[in-house]
């Protein structure tokens, strides 16, 4: 009962009671005229009616305060949650007057709040060196590199940026604030600080760097040395146990030249050199030498050419090269005897781009899988009991080389019946990536 009286009484010193405070003095102002010169009778009606009036202004005025209070409570939590974020966040209208800035945006721009809440920003700010990096990400046309993770006009929009003064790696996501009739209200940017994560994952990158020109050396010497014993004569025993060792050395020392290219991609020098290349014909060079290999594996290969003659892109033939086999020679380790892997290539309707599909007939990928299938060192549980061998790299090196070319791969399995990756490729050399960019796993 108490706690009733005083939220009664706080309800009642809100703005929104000041209408019931003045019906309330009119009230008693008129009851006093009906006292000096209206009958009893009148008098009484016309109180009864006030009355009336006055506890319907009172309920809704009550009910309109506690919905009033409940905002101002949900906005103060809110503005609480936004302020106490390691994420930078920015709020502003569609014509970039800026609502929202919180004290981790604050950092990451090294401007304060009370110098841009409140402006309206445009791209000519960027020459002003406060606002240069604020306007750059504001406006990601102006960044010196981005790399976008989502689909253009799909929201949320999802950049990667890079900037070398001062040297910041930035994740930024990008979503529109909408009203319940569909009314475009503004747009709000979560901008991550990704520079200290892309920082300890080159110093790992360097390590593992380091370790694998190691260990290339020496096995590149026992690879040479199994080499050269076979052309010796020897038994037949003698003869199974260097051919044994020439396979081990030859796994062995492609898993350290896996882990050689991982720390190149990593470290933003895998040292790309594109050029204006038929797709086509780039495909069907590499399915002439996968097809021996596929042959002993007793798999089929099918390779479906779109109906133009050519499709030139710009891309990097060799590393595009490296993407490409990695996906088929997946295809073909991990099928079924008698299976098949069918290629394709088509142009996307409405879209810049060149869909490459490679599908098989294999052991396929489980839901629980997906979501770790591009990242390093991952095998399914499946593949390493089909083909123990391997280090789990290839489709993350696959991936790296797909984004730094400007497109995005994607892949649909279903157990026991086979898996089909989809990879894009821009048609508009202007999608393809300026430079390189150190890329993470998500």
Request: charged share 25%.
């Amino acid at each position: 009962m108490r706690r009733f009286f005083q939220n009664l009484v706080l309800y009642f010193k809100l703005p929104e009671m000041r209408l019931f405070w003045y019906f309330l003095l009119l009230l008693l102002f008129v009851l006093v005229i009906d006292v000096l010169y209206l009958p009893a009778l009148w008098t009484f009606i016309s109180a009864g009616v006030f009355l009336v009036l006055g506890v319907f202004i009172v309920v809704n005025n009550l009910r309109l305060a506690r919905s009033n209070l409940q905002i101002k409570i949900e906005h103060s939590e809110l503005r609480s949650v936004i302020s106490n974020l390691r994420d930078g966040v920015i709020a502003y209208t569609p014509d970039f007057r800026i609502l929202i800035f919180n004290p981790a945006a604050e950092q990451i721009f090294s401007v304060k709040a009370r110098e841009v809440v409140g402006q309206s920003l445009a791209p000519e700010r960027a020459k002003e060196p406060l606002f240069k990096l604020l306007a750059q990400v504001i406006f990601p046309s102006l960044a010196p590199t981005t790399v976008r993770r989502s689909e253009a006009g799909v929201y949320p929009q999802v950049v990667e940026m890079s900037f070398e003064e001062p040297a910041l790696n930035l994740r930024v996501i990008t979503d529109r604030i909408i009203d319940s009739g569909g009314r475009l209200l503004g747009f709000i940017k979560l901008i991550r600080d990704r520079t200290r994560e892309t920082e300890l994952m080159q110093s790992k990158t360097e390590f593992i760097s380091v370790a694998a020109h190691q260990l290339r050396t020496p096995l590149t010497g026992i690879n040479w040395a199994f080499d050269a014993l076979l052309k010796e004569p020897l038994s037949e025993t003698q003869k199974e146990v260097a051919q044994a060792g020439l396979r081990a050395a030859a796994v062995s020392l492609r898993s350290v030249n896996d882990l050689l290219d991982v720390s190149k991609i990593e470290e933003g020098r895998f040292g790309y050199v594109f050029e204006n290349t038929d797709v086509i014909a780039l495909m069907e060079k590499i399915l002439e030498e996968i097809k021996d290999e596929a042959r002993r594996a007793g798999v089929k290969l099918y390779f479906q050419p779109p109906e133009e003659k050519q499709i030139m892109l710009t891309l990097d033939p060799q590393k595009l090269g490296v993407a490409i086999s990695n996906l088929i020679d997946n295809a073909v380790k991990y099928n079924v005897q008698n299976g098949e892997v069918i290629i394709g290539i088509e142009r996307l309707k409405d879209k810049p781009y060149v869909q490459i599909s490679v599908k098989d007939t294999g052991l396929g990928i489980s839901p629980e899988a997906m979501s770790n299938l591009f990242t390093k060192f991952f095998r399914a549980e499946n593949a390493v009991k089909s083909v123990p061998d391997g280090i789990g790299l290839g489709l993350y090196i696959a991936k790296n080389i797909i984004q730094r070319h400007g497109g995005e791969i994607r892949a649909e399995s279903q157990v026991n019946r086979g898996t089909t990756f989809y990879f894009t490729l821009p048609t508009d050399p202007k999608l393809v990536p300026a430079k390189e960019i150190v890329y993470s796993e998500d």
